[in-house]
């Protein structure tokens, strides 16, 4: 995205970089039928980056073992998330996920879920800490609506519970 | 494809592309891959009937007549996946 102004002295606005991108998606996935006209400005940042506490929002399918599998199987979709402690050990974790190669996270989470690596730069002070817990879901998702309206929703309220300052969300 | 195409194909009675919807599902965007699957599912499920063992019909039954037929369907998908896995010939990239 980029910032540009309307000329009438008011905030800048966030333009998307991709205008074209949801024409690209319909014409590669014939039916998917996605429109989406409006978008969310990006949040300016209120504090430096070394003070912010940073959830980390994930499509891996990474999940504390023993929780309920995220439905792999069903043909329309998992629509529900999983909340992974922050201090979790890799080996507290496992991979409900069909549509990514999973050998090289089952042998290192870290390549898709770099829970480590985000201690590390907490720990060197890069950001200001992490949230209690990180979030997860499936990108195997065959209604956007309901993502939206329900996943994505539900997602934005439990990290504005956590009092999360940043987000790094990524997709697997 | 989203949910509104396929429930628009299913209204319209248009088979053509429900099956093909599933046939990509299984075949993780191969149609193919996801036709051969198919056929893969039901062999294994043939297999283990071919000695005629004793099975569980009061399960089967009692299932099939207590569960509505949402959960049956989805126990279905389910059967699909547990069948071509224990045919040992996994095409797909991660876990169930």
């Not at chain 1, 590390?120 to 950001?127: F, H, Q, T």
């Amino acid at each position: 995205m980029t910032e540009t102004s309307d000329g009438g002295g008011g905030p800048p606005r966030v333009a998307q970089l991709r205008p074209g991108l949801w024409d690209t998606v319909n014409e590669r996935y014939p039916g998917s039928m996605i429109d989406k006209a409006d978008f969310v400005p990006l949040a300016p940042l209120r504090k430096p980056l070394s003070e912010c506490r940073l959830v980390f929002i994930s499509t891996s399918g990474v999940q504390p073992k023993g929780s309920m599998p995220f439905d792999t199987v069903h043909p329309v979709g998992d629509y529900s998330f999983r909340r992974v402690p922050s201090a979790s050990r890799p080996d507290e974790l496992e991979i409900h996920q069909l549509k990514y190669p999973t050998a090289s996270a089952n042998r290192d989470l870290n390549v898709i879920f770099p829970l480590d690596r985000l201690r590390e730069l907490a720990d060197e002070g890069v950001i200001g800490g992490l949230a209690e817990n990180f979030y997860t879901f499936i990108g195997y998702n065959m209604d956007p609506e309901r993502l939206e309206r329900t996943l994505a929703e539900d997602i934005a309220a439990a990290v504005s519970e956590e009092g999360a300052d940043i987000a790094l969300a990524a997709p697997a | 494809m989203s949910l509104q195409y396929l429930k628009d194909a299913a209204a319209a009675g248009d088979p053509e592309k429900l099956i093909r919807y599933v046939r990509l599902h299984f075949g993780d965007g191969n149609e193919e891959a996801g036709r051969r699957e198919i056929d893969k599912a039901w062999i294994e499920a043939l297999k283990p009937l071919l000695d005629v063992p004793p099975t569980d019909r009061e399960f089967i039954l009692e299932t099939i007549r207590t569960r509505d037929p949402a959960t049956l369907a989805h126990l279905f998908f389910h059967l699909h996946f547990y069948l071509v896995q224990r045919s040992g010939e996994w095409i797909h990239d991660g876990n169930l």
